[in-house]
């Protein structure tokens, strides 16, 4: 049998090694100007109707070095994405361009579709959407770009992204003019799958769970790399009966699960406009965590903590020292990525923020802090044990991070929990838990787990 180590060594072997490199639009990440013209008021509004409207358009490639555009490409273009197409979250929907007459002598040749990352809206930095809580203006694309960057950067399988500045001509004009904003060009699922090899992509349908279908270095791996985004915007199932978050309604959500000719199916990562990236604040945080669960109150770092945290209920201690390790060998490149990118300042600082605290918890001993350990385990209100913090719902789950204590009364200890399980979050939400201090037995909490 192989080697752990020789598994994660080819885990985290570069995303495009596995077909022979060819001239791309993604062949790097330097910004691209790019024209497109069509009747975008038209499709907005006729793709609330039907999903699979689409317009004829031309899209233009601006080549400034030789002081001219280059000849424009005949395209198709359709709406895209799950919550960006409602009108109450994006006026102006994510895209998707396709070349149905192709796109020789172009950094597009070969390239039969593309995804289009728009601006979303012109609303403020602090204005984020009711529903969701995403970044509706165009600091957001660049700020998913960068997300793709570092992902690549680290090893861990994405889709290729590449920042880019759009001008939208509008065939159907009210007089306002062109459009000039940020956005990220995006690879197709379809043109992802070829690269990694891949014969076919399993479905909501067709998916079992990851413990039956994938390579535990292959789930670790992306498990770590979403703790690292500060993202929450995405579901696998590990194993039957799995109910974290939104994992028994959508076994995969916001990744592909890719078949090869032989070995596991292989997951591929994306869907980043949510993530601490992007986004300033996650409008959910006090609804699942609290940030004085940390001496620095640092909410990306409790995001952080609490996802890297769950892996250990999910992972072998030695798995999660291997997946440790091999992070922290590509801890330069992802930081030179970080320095490299085009992406506003703040969005730079976010960033950091989220990869500073991921590296942080990776290279020391705070990865393994106490949990509890003792299934049975109940959280009260009082040293009496008459007040249970959440009724019937009082129950701790085995790997839930303990704080340090803040009172000792006989064999309890007061402590704040870390609900990495979502198990107070809604729609069963204990606010106890999440507001305020508990008291639980000290014989139940331990720092080796998983032993």
């Given at each position: 049998m192989p080697k752990l180590w020789l598994l994660l060594l080819l885990a985290f072997a570069p995303a495009s090694s596995s077909v022979a490199a060819t001239a791309s639009v993604f062949d790097t990440y330097d910004l691209l100007e790019l024209k497109l013209e069509a009747p975008f008021r038209e499709l907005i509004a006729k793709a609330q109707q039907d999903e699979n409207y689409a317009v004829a358009g031309k899209l233009t490639i601006v080549d400034k070095s030789g002081e001219r555009d280059r000849d424009a490409i005949d395209v198709k273009i359709s709406t895209r994405g799950h919550t960006?197409?409602?009108?109450?979250?994006?006026?102006?929907?994510?895209l998707k361009i396709a070349f149905p007459q192709g796109a020789e002598g172009s950094i597009f040749a070969g390239t039969k579709a593309v995804?289009?990352?728009?601006?979303?809206?012109?609303?403020?930095?602090?204005?984020?959407?009711?529903?969701?809580?995403?970044?509706?203006?165009?600091?957001?694309?660049?700020r998913e770009a960068?997300?793709?960057?570092?992902?690549?950067?680290?090893?861990?399988?994405?889709?290729?992204?590449?920042?880019?500045?759009?001008?939208?001509?509008?065939?159907?004009?009210?007089?306002?003019?062109?459009l000039v904003r940020n956005a990220m060009l995006l690879e197709d699922d379809d043109q992802a799958a070829r690269r990694y090899g891949a014969k076919a992509q399993l479905t909501e349908d067709t998916f079992e769970s990851a413990q039956s279908m994938m390579a535990p270095a292959d789930v670790a791996r992306l498990a770590f790399a979403e703790a690292m985004l500060g993202n929450f915007d995405w579901c696998l199932r590990?194993?039957?009966?799995?109910?974290?978050?939104?994992?028994?309604?959508?076994?995969?959500?916001?990744?592909?699960?890719?078949?090869?000719?032989?070995?596991?199916?292989?997951?591929v990562i994306y869907d980043f406009d949510l993530?601490?990236?992007?986004?300033p604040r996650h409008i959910w945080f006090t609804q699942a965590f609290s940030e004085a669960f940390l001496p620095s109150r640092s909410q990306p770092e409790v995001e952080v903590l609490g996802?890297?945290?769950?892996?250990?209920s999910l992972f072998p201690r030695e798995l999660l020292d291997a997946t440790r390790k091999a992070f922290v060998d590509?801890?330069?490149?992802?930081?030179?990525?970080?320095r490299d990118a085009t992406v506003d300042d703040e969005g730079r600082r976010l960033a950091q923020s989220y990869v500073t605290a991921f590296y942080r918890f990776l290279e020391d001993d705070e990865f393994y802090r106490p949990v509890v350990v003792v299934k049975g385990t109940r959280a009260f209100l009082d040293t009496a044990g008459t007040r249970p913090a959440c009724g019937d719902a009082s129950q701790v789950p085995v790997g839930t991070p303990v704080g340090e204590p803040l009172e000792k009364?006989?064999?309890?200890?007061?402590?704040?929990?870390?609900?990495v399980f979502w198990r107070w979050a809604p729609p069963s939400e204990c606010k106890a838990i999440h507001q305020q201090p508990v008291w639980i037995r000290s014989d139940a909490v331990a720092s080796d787990y998983p032993r």
């Open positions: 960006s197409k409602q009108t109450s979250e994006c006026e102006f929907p994510k995804k289009l990352g728009t601006h979303c809206g012109d609303r403020g930095d602090s204005e984020l959407t009711r529903k969701y809580g995403r970044l509706a203006n165009e600091k957001e694309p660049h960068l997300a793709y960057r570092v992902l690549h950067a680290l090893g861990v399988p994405t889709l290729r992204a590449r920042p880019a500045r759009v001008t939208y001509l509008f065939r159907d004009d009210d007089g306002s003019g062109p590990f194993e039957p009966g799995d109910r974290y978050r939104c994992d028994n309604r959508h076994p995969l959500w916001n990744m592909l699960a890719l078949v090869r000719d032989s070995g596991p199916a292989l997951p993530t601490g990236f992007v986004v996802q890297l945290q769950r892996t250990r590509r801890k330069t490149e992802a930081l030179q990525a970080l009364n006989g064999a309890l200890i007061k402590v704040r929990l870390l609900d």
